[in-house]
């Protein structure tokens, strides 16, 4: 048991870690801009023109959360066996939700996207049976 708290505490972890390094800005700073000469130009030369590239998808977003609560039943039932449908064992730690979320949104000049929930604890297997 002990063991299978232990890996489901690491993967936590790793997900939460995972969330905050693909949440972090990796865009580079701007250039500061070149500093003006004295000297006149003769003629002004053309603008040149800009080339647009169309947008590329948008940026696939990882976010995760974990929901924990710890369980104290002050009766100390027999065997720690709870008595109502929602509970859990008694005086324990216990994983209520964790969720990993993968999405894409859609972009104007692509109208795709996407979203996927993984989602492990005791809420997601009795929300899930009751579909």
């Not at 048991?1 to 693909?22: D, E």
């Not at 006149?40 to 990882?62: F, Q």
């Not at 924990?68 to 216990?94: C, E, I, M, V, W």
Request: glycine share 4%.
């Amino acid at each position: 048991m002990k063991t299978r708290w232990t890996s489901v505490t690491a993967t936590m972890l790793a997900f939460s870690v995972i969330g905050i390094v693909a949440s972090a800005d990796d865009t580079p700073a701007p250039a500061p801009p070149p500093a003006p000469t004295a000297a006149p130009s003769a003629a002004p030369s053309p603008a040149a023109s800009p080339e647009t590239s169309p947008p590329g998808p948008s940026p696939v977003e990882l976010t995760s959360f974990v929901d924990t609560y710890y369980s104290y039943n002050f009766n100390k039932p027999a065997g720690d066996t709870p008595l109502r449908n929602f509970d859990t064992k008694h005086n324990q730690l216990s994983i209520n939700l964790v969720e990993v979320a993968l999405e894409q949104k859609p972009t104007a000049k692509g109208r795709l996207g996407f979203r996927a929930d993984l989602d492990f604890g005791t809420s997601s297997r009795s929300s899930s049976r009751a579909i």
